[in-house]
T-cell receptor, first 109, second 114 residues
Framework: EDQVTQSPEALRLQEGESSSLNCSYTVSGLRRLFWYRQDPGKGPEFLFTLYSAGEEKEKERLKATLTKKESFLHITAPKPEDSATYLCAVQGYGQNFVFGPGTRLSVLP | DAGVTQSPTHLIKTRGQHVTLRCSPISGHKSVSWYQQVLGQGPQFIFQYYEKEERGRGNFPDRFSARQFPNYSSELNVNALLLGDSALYLC?????????????FGPGTRLTVL
């Protein structure tokens, strides 16, 4: 059974303090890995799709990387508006999306 | 362009009642997926439809059912509501085959069962 775990569960950063979020996965055959951002009471907002180990994607202060067993979401010099829950999801071949529980990020001014 | 829309925004029901949630995908998208998100957890897959055919079903009881209409909108029905059905119900649409395309989520319907 496909499984996704994320760590830490919650993270508090000072504005400008860079850090990384971890997504560890178990899937029989990884087709794609996704990162989403979710604000309270809203639907997830698509950020990145990663397909193979070694791949990297960047968007503003965010960079996502992928290895054979985990993915990292690096946040460089975060701002308060980056505060949200970050969700990781995997899709195996012929399978539907499996989401992790998310990491709640708070960036303090 | 409008994104995925869902109605209603909020809903309060009592145990044993029935509920219908509605979703309109992004214009031109032919796939709709439904997810249940309990507070503090990630979304859990319920159903997926592509070109009006069921593509996948998650581990949910038969009280949950769904369908996709000719205009690609979709309904999620839940019968005999339980307290544990209280959650945010999310709809996501894909431009093409969801096996190969990204999913974009709507704002969700917050269901409270009393």
């Amino acid at each position: 059974e496909d499984q996704v775990t994320q760590s830490p569960e919650a993270l508090r950063l000072q504005e400008g303090e860079s850090s990384s979020l971890n997504c560890s996965y178990t899937v029989s055959g990884l087709r794609r890995l996704f990162w989403y951002r979710q604000d309270p009471g809203k639907g997830p907002e698509f950020l990145f799709t990663l397909y193979s180990a070694g791949e990297e994607k960047e968007k503003e202060r965010l960079k996502a990387t992928l290895t054979k067993k985990e993915s990292f979401l690096h946040i460089t010099a975060p701002k308060p508006e980056d505060s949200a829950t970050y969700l990781c999801a995997v899709q195996g071949y012929g399978q539907n999306f499996v989401f992790g529980p998310g990491t709640r990020l708070s960036v303090l001014p | 362009d409008a994104g995925v829309t869902q109605s209603p925004t909020h809903l309060i029901k009592t145990r044993g009642q029935h509920v219908t949630l509605r979703c309109s995908p992004i214009s031109g998208h032919k796939s709709v997926s439904w997810y249940q998100q309990v507070l503090g957890q990630g979304p859990q897959f319920i159903f997926q439809y592509y070109e009006k055919e069921e593509r996948g079903r998650g581990n949910f009881p038969d009280r949950f059912s769904a369908r996709q209409f000719p205009n690609y909108s979709s309904e999620l029905n839940v019968n005999a509501l339980l307290l544990g059905d209280s959650a945010l119900y999310l709809c996501a649409s894909s431009g093409g085959d969801p096996e190969y395309n990204e999913q974009f989520f709507g704002p969700g319907t917050r269901l409270t069962v009393l």
